[in-house]
């Protein structure tokens, strides 16, 4: 798997729409999903509102992929939601990303194309690196989640301001001591 890229960006959005939905700091409303979804680069004009407590209740589904304890625990999820939810794999070839997979028909409302591309990027995520690249920001009290799609698959934070505090923190904690 091509972990920068196309396929990149349904792991991403997995996780944004994770903290959109579950955290205390998120923000589902419609305009935030609509971004969300724009950021992404999914299909974002063709968001309806009456979709938007769909993309809430998948955001409330994969929330257990993240804080999973083990491979076998992601797996055990991620294989009935594969099984919940109808794929019909397709060859797409559009601009920006050239020729791909879709794994909903173009004729799929939009929430169904994203939870099956969500889905199967996950899955594919873990296939290639297991759950070293996904999980709970290690920031105390930080209740996001993380997915890392860098080269470098060393990411343990939501983001570099709860990395910063994080290490801001340990640096005064070593100098007072």
Known sequence: MRITG???HGVSAAAALVNA???ASG????DALRRLLRDNEFFWQQFDARDADDFRRWGRTLRPFFEASGVEEA????NRLMLEVPMHPHLADHEPHGLHMHYAPPSSRLPH???ATTLMNLAEL???HGLGRTGECAADGCDRVYADT???GRRRFCSESCANRTNVAAFRARHRG
């Open 6 to 8: 196309y396929k990149s």
């Open 21 to 23: 939905v579950t955290s």
């Open 27 to 30: 923000d589902d409303s419609d």
């Open 75 to 78: 797996m055990a999820l991620l």
């Open 113 to 115: 194309r994203f939870r």
């Open 126 to 128: 873990v296939v290639e």
């Open 150 to 152: 860098s080269r470098a």
